[in-house]
Structure formats: C-alpha cells, structure tokens
C-alpha cells in the first residue's frame, strides 16, 4: 500500500509532466481546434488542406452568384491584419462588404476549376456577422 503523501507527489509530478508536455506542443496543435488565423492557414496549408477550420477577418469584394443548379451561392475574400482567403458557400450570406464575420468550413489548399486553380479556399458552411453576435465585439 502507497501511502497518501507518496500519492501525492506522484499526482503533482504527473500533472507537472501533462503541463510540461502541453507547454511544447507547436501552437498549430493547439490552435487548430479553436481559431485560426489566416495568417497560419496560409503559412501552413498543407497542414490544414480538407479540415474543418474557423476563421475571422472582414468581409471583401462580396459577390453573389447562383450555381449551376440555380442555387443561391456567394463568394468573397476574408482578410486579417496579415492575409486574405478566399470564402464560398452556397445559400444566403447574410454579410456585406466590410463586415467582420467569423466563418467556419472546410479549407482547401488547392482546388482545380475547369482550367483555373483556386488557392487556398474555405468552403464555408457557416458565416456570421460578428457585429450580430455580439455588438460590443466590432467597434
């Protein structure tokens, strides 16, 4: 039988050595289950190519469009301090140009259409306004 003073040293080393291990984690790791910056999707595409990823930034050159189905679909560049991606999605963005949103999808390194190839690309399946969320976010 250990006893309880041996116990706890033992649980204080291994939650020293969880801590520890966390702390030398690379910060993608860390960051990839909340959100991304542009600027880490773009220094690491590769590392985030076909995941589901949630970035924020303001809304530029909002365009929408119908797919070839006729259904409603939109695209626009998402840029932050140090970079800009590309969104599209289908349905209604309900975003204009200049808003902050948060957006949420699947990130494509590199995608063929037709003859063009689109870099660095997030299928959205969800925008939203942050101004919406919560007024007090964007100034």
Do not use: W
Not at 63 to 73: C, E, I, Y
Not at 74 to 84: E, H, I, W, Y
Not at 104 to 117: D, H, K, N, P
């Amino acid at each position: 039988m250990i006893p309880l003073r041996s116990m706890a040293r033992i649980s204080v080393l291994i939650l020293c050595m969880l801590v520890l291990s966390l702390s030398m984690m690379p910060v993608a790791s860390l960051s990839a289950a909340g959100l991304v910056e542009v600027t880490e999707l773009l220094a690491h595409p590769d590392h985030y190519n076909h995941q589901v990823v949630t970035v924020s930034g303001r809304v530029s050159s909002f365009q929408l469009a119908t797919n070839r189905d006729g259904q409603p679909a939109f695209g626009f560049l998402l840029q932050d301090t140090a970079g800009t991606v590309k969104v599209v999605g289908l349905g209604k963005a309900d975003v204009r140009e200049g808003d902050y949103v948060v957006v949420e999808g699947i990130f494509s390194r590199l995608r063929q259409a037709g003859r063009a190839i689109v870099y660095n690309e997030i299928k959205a399946t969800s925008v939203q306004s942050m101004a919406k969320m919560n007024p007090d976010l964007v100034g």
